[in-house]
């Protein structure tokens, strides 16, 4: 990469190499484990002129999201995450049946599906056609298609413009972001309103979060990096909210520049914080890659010391996140013969690179297994509940990130 995708610059310092890793979310089938599998590198980058932190695009989105193996609504708090917004939105927005909303991958529609009971019209735009297709079977409109300029002036001139546009955690896997970002102004009315939820690249850095960087993460966003990232679309961030999903994330508030006024207070309050923690110079970075070495010695050590020991050691969840931590830590059935998902999907298949099958989670009952290495850390609450029938056994849970940290749980 010798550019900036956002604004050009050829000013790009190394914050993390973490080596070559397949795609994370190309789970293989089994007739495919003696196929040679492609690996790509995986070195984030910052531009010290506008302080986009971003991968190469080694990859396409059509390679990644044609078929998509991430399901929204197998995640109950992601579902119940999805609600509350709906509700709040349609409060603060005053969302009602002569409204219209559109949501930029709306993957299998666990979010629309809300705005459909409040009998709002509305319309999913969905890359990935597996997913689309479970959008409509559960009743929500949703257009196969990938965002583009051309694509949200076409949804326009079809549906008319957009009280509301929603872009959850789709913001971070698209390349060419000053086109996506025109995509969003097409669709939006000119005085509506833009809601993205995107990672924060603060909390990344702060809590270690590195398995959050993977291919189909092409950017990671500061709210100053993401004010720049909003104007090359012509739209104009308004308010910000900090909220505790994926490990930390924004949530942006955005209007066509004509409509915006005054950013609210908590805008400058985030900008301060990003500030005070030298994410508008190098000096925020230069640590990081060292923590995350950290990370990959405790969890191996870990592992190793437990199979010495006879202990068992199984995995609980398969997401995208996860493959990056196995892979950068090298870690093969050996240190965790299987781990579990609650996506059908993923069953049968195994995990890109590290090859470690992936099994129903009906599996641990049965197993009885010492430890379960939850992948999908972020969930922690979520699992920590699910999970707690482990205690049955005298059974315990780890955490990976942002340190190690073993759990006993409890009924």
């Keep these: 990469m010798t550019r900036c995708r956002l604004c050009g610059s050829t000013a790009l310092e190394s914050v993390v190499d973490l080596g070559a890793t397949p795609p994370c979310e190309s789970f293989l089938a089994a007739e495919r484990l003696d196929a040679p599998e492609p690996t790509y590198p995986l070195h984030l980058r910052v531009c010290t002129d506008c302080w986009l932190a971003q991968i190469p695009p080694l990859i396409t989105p059509e390679e990644t999201f044609s078929e998509y193996a991430y399901f929204s609504s197998y995640s109950s708090s992601w579902v119940e995450h ?82 509301l546009v929603v872009a959850n955690n789709v913001y971070a896997h698209i390349p060419d972001v000053i086109g996506f970002t025109q995509g969003l102004r097409a669709l939006v009315a000119d005085d509506g309103w833009v809601s993205v939820e995107v990672q924060h690249l603060l909390t990344l850095i702060e809590e270690n979060q590195y398995d959050t960087i993977y291919h189909e993460h092409f950017q990671y966003y500061t709210v100053a990096s993401a004010i720049r990232a909003l104007a090359s679309g012509g739209l104009t961030l308004v308010d910000v909210e900090l909220l505790p999903t994926h490990g930390g994330s924004l949530r942006l508030w955005a209007r066509p520049e004509e409509a915006a006024g005054e950013p609210s207070g908590r805008v400058a309050d985030v900008l301060a914080r990003e500030k005070a923690a030298g994410l508008q110079e190098l000096s925020g970075y230069t ?45 093969r059935p050996d240190l965790l013969p299987y781990t ?18 992936i099994l129903p989670p009906d599996r641990i009952a049965a197993d009885r297994p010492d430890y379960v290495l939850v992948l999908p850390w972020n969930l922690r609450a979520e699992l920590v509940e699910q999970l707690s029938y482990v205690h049955e056994w005298g059974g315990r849970l780890v955490f990976p990130i942002p340190e190690l940290s073993i759990v006993e749980v409890e009924r």
Aim: glycine share 12%; net charge neutral; with cysteine.
């Design 82 to 163: 999805a609600r509350v917004f709906v509700e709040d939105a349609a409060a603060r927005l005053g969302l009602g049946e002569d409204s219209f909303v559109v949501e930029v991958a709306s993957n299998d529609g666990y979010l629309l599906r809300h705005v459909v009971d409040r009998g709002v019209r509305c319309l999913g735009v969905e890359p990935s056609v597996n997913v689309g297709a479970a959008a409509r079977e559960a009743g929500v409109p949703t257009l196969t298609a990938f965002l583009s300029p051309e694509t949200g002036a076409a949804v326009r001139a079809e549906h008319g413009p957009a009280d």
């Design 287 to 331: 640590e990081f890659s060292a923590r995350v070495a950290k990370v990959r010695r405790d969890l191996l050590r870990f592992l190793v010391e437990a199979a010495e020991e006879g202990k068992t050691v199984v995995g609980y969840g398969a997401p995208g996140k996860g493959n990056t931590l196995l892979n950068h830590c090298g870690i």
């Design 340 to 357: 579990v998902d609650r996506n059908p999907y993923k069953h049968g298949r195994y995990t890109p690179g590290t090859r470690i099958p």
